[in-house]
């Protein structure tokens, strides 16, 4: 199998390089239809093997939280890529489904649309006089059978629409009735899956991605609502001042004093910026969530901003004196997020708020509470370190930085790594 994978991957690039001026206007369309079956029958390949490496455990194995995280560092994608493909395998364990998408019935998104509606067909109908015990598998059957129909007519969007209400199709006698469970039942699934994602920045711009319940989008429409009205010659795009509204009210919020301590701190935007003491010059800055801004921003936060100073060394070292407390909080915590920039573990790309301060000298043990003594690591990387069956081990580099010393199997010379996710300016 694997022979054969590697060469369909080198006659598919040998096609993708095949001049295409030769051909008519029906076969460019025939062509691109022929191309797009040849994706989804190798994204069926790739979900039908991830669905093989989570039945044998591999992420954990190697080290990772969970299947998601092991595809972004196994085959280098972003995270979102990852999620789809972690859904695409979820929805190819049912045979009918997988065997809709190998015969071309189905792409991996209406796949994975089709598993959805299945997976949200109430379990508790058996209540209903109409229903026996044994009449849910046939119902869902019926469900599925009827929504990969559909799919030759509409696309995965239409098909979770239509999906909300697929008792009406398959079981019209219990549907309305059906429909308040399910309802009830939607609710608790749609707070259980929420979540608020920020992308790494491209270009400038953070994607802004995530899941809310009616009634919590609700709460945030009602909140950013009053800020989001056009003033006079006002030319910000509906979108454009959504987005600044929902700014606004997380600055009024900074702003209470009332948001739960972070840190050691009052919650606040944090920003380190390079300065030519000569110059007088402000140069680019960084925030502790790992974005760049540029130095005409940094003037502008400075206006209305608590400034601290931290003084880095020629090779990038804080330059700090001992703690003699327990805790690195307050001005000893912001050190640290300046210097590891997050968690620095060797490639780990969580930011500095999801990371602990961990003692390389146990305080225990007689280790110190400064800089030197201390690095961020996220919560993951805190309890792998903690462990002795990992083999990782942590000291301090001439140059203040610390070193990670990999176990044997992963390195039989343990050369010292660093985090290369987390640049040095």
Not at 379 to 388: A, C, G, L, Q, V
Request: charged fraction near 25%.
């Amino acid at each position: 199998m694997l022979v054969q994978a590697r060469q369909l991957g080198e006659d598919a690039a040998k096609l993708a390089s095949a001049p295409l001026w030769p051909l008519t206007d029906d076969e460019i369309v025939d062509a691109l239809r022929a191309a797009h079956r040849l994706e989804q029958a190798a994204a069926a390949l790739q979900a039908r093997l991830v669905q093989q490496a989570t039945a044998r455990r591999l992420p954990q194995a190697q080290g990772h939280r969970n299947i998601a995280g092991w595809l972004r560092a196994t085959l280098l994608l972003d995270p979102q890529p990852a999620r789809q493909l972690c859904e695409s395998a979820s929805a190819m364990a049912r045979p009918t489904v997988q065997q809709a998408v190998l015969d071309g019935r189905l792409d991996l998104r209406q796949a994975v649309a089709v598993a959805a509606t299945c997976d949200a067909i109430p379990t508790d109908l058996a209540g209903l006089d109409e229903i026996g015990p044994g009449d849910i598998d046939d119902i869902v059957a019926r469900a599925e059978s009827t929504q990969i129909d559909m799919a030759g007519r509409l696309p995965a969007y239409q098909l979770r629409r239509v999906g909300e209400r697929i008792l009406a199709f398959v079981a019209p006698e219990i549907a309305e009735r059906a429909d308040e469970r399910a309802l009830a039942q939607q609710e608790a699934r749609a707070h259980a899956h929420r979540g608020l994602t920020l992308s790494l920045p491209v270009d400038g711009l953070v994607r802004l991605s995530g899941l809310l319940g009616t009634e919590d989008a609700a709460t945030v429409q009602a909140a950013i609502q009053p800020l989001c009205s056009p003033a006079p010659g006002d030319d910000r795009t509906p979108a454009q001042r959504r987005a600044d509204a929902l700014t606004e009210v997380c600055r009024l919020a900074l702003r209470t004093g009332e948001l739960p301590a972070d840190g050691g701190e009052p919650p606040q935007l944090a920003v380190t910026v390079a300065y030519q003491p000569l110059t007088r010059a402000l140069g680019a800055a960084g925030t502790d969530t790992g974005q760049r801004l540029s130095a005409e921003t940094v003037r502008r936060i400075a206006c209305d901003a608590r400034v601290l100073p931290v003084v880095l060394g020629t090779a990038g070292q804080v330059l700090d004196v001992g703690r003699t407390r327990r805790l690195a909080t307050g001005s000893l915590r912001r050190a640290l997020a300046v210097r590891d920039r997050g968690c620095a573990f060797p490639d780990c790309d969580r930011p500095p708020r999801w990371t602990d301060a961990h003692h390389i000298t146990p305080w225990t043990a007689g280790g110190t509470t400064d800089l030197s003594n201390l690095v961020l690591l996220c919560r993951h990387h805190h309890r792998r370190i903690h462990d002795p069956q990992s083999g990782w081990h942590i000291r301090t580099g001439s140059d203040g930085h610390p070193d990670f010393i990999p176990p044997p199997h992963l390195d039989q010379q343990r050369h010292p790594r660093r985090n290369l996710h987390h640049l040095r300016r």
